[in-house]
């Protein structure tokens, strides 16, 4: 890679990252509607121009479709995100390189903004993943439940805190209750 190179991808990874990079309440601020990124690379004396990403903004700033392309210009994939009223993304869809859908989540909230249920679709919208999340009283996530589509558990996760409301440990069992991981967590005062 002669120097040139060099110095024309660190300008434009430069120029793209402060765009990028920029804070949700800035879109929203400036009312950015979208963003797109090119290459321009010089290969054998000639320079060529390829698509790199594009990203699609909400009023509020959210990205709602993010497209990735290949060293080739060609599309790699596509993720598009839906929103509730509280800034909560209720559904994903993700798209294959051909842009067919790949699978599609949706995701459920309680009355407090947490996450009750998560949904995983395929490309026929039939159901092939779910997983429900359960809270006490002090709004602390205590359990998730992962089940396949008829319903049968493939896993759960057990979550408990100190009295400072801090988690301390994640345990997560197989369906057989055989644990496959426990992570802990500790705090310095």
């Given at each position: 890679m ?7 991808l660190?300008l434009l990874?430069n120029?793209s990252n402060?765009?990028?990079a920029q804070?949700?309440k800035?879109i929203?601020?400036?009312?950015i509607?979208?963003t797109?990124v ?5 290969i ?8 790199d990403?594009y990203q ?9 479709e993010d497209i990735?392309y290949n060293?080739?210009g ?5 993720e598009?995100?839906k ?8 559904e994903?869809?993700?798209?294959d390189?051909k842009?067919?859908?790949?699978k599609k989540?949706?995701?459920e909230?309680?009355?407090n903004?947490d ?5 995983i679709f ?11 999340y359960?809270y ?8 998730e439940i ?5 319903g049968?558990?493939?896993k759960k996760?057990i979550?408990?805190y100190?009295k400072?409301g801090?988690?301390t ?5 197989d369906?057989?209750?055989?644990v496959?991981?426990i992570?802990k967590?500790?705090y310095e005062?």
């Amino acid at each position: 890679m002669n120097i040139r190179i060099l110095i024309s991808l660190l300008l434009l990874i430069n120029s793209s990252n402060c765009i990028l990079a920029q804070s949700k309440k800035t879109i929203k601020k400036l009312k950015i509607k979208s963003t797109a990124v090119t290459v321009t690379e010089t290969i054998d004396g000639k320079e060529k121009t390829r698509n790199d990403s594009y990203q699609k903004y909400d009023n509020s700033g959210h990205v709602i479709e993010d497209i990735e392309y290949n060293k080739d210009g060609n599309f790699k994939k596509k993720e598009t995100k839906k929103f509730n009223k509280n800034d909560d993304p209720v559904e994903e869809s993700i798209y294959d390189e051909k842009g067919n859908l790949k699978k599609k989540i949706i995701t459920e909230y309680n009355v407090n903004n947490d996450k009750t249920t998560e949904s995983i679709f395929d490309s026929k919208d039939k159901l092939i993943e779910k997983t429900i999340y359960g809270y006490n009283l002090n709004d602390e996530k205590i359990y998730e439940i992962t089940s396949d589509e008829k319903g049968k558990v493939l896993k759960k996760s057990i979550y408990t805190y100190d009295k400072n409301g801090l988690k301390t440990e994640k345990k997560t069992m197989d369906a057989n209750s055989n644990v496959l991981s426990i992570k802990k967590y500790t705090y310095e005062y």
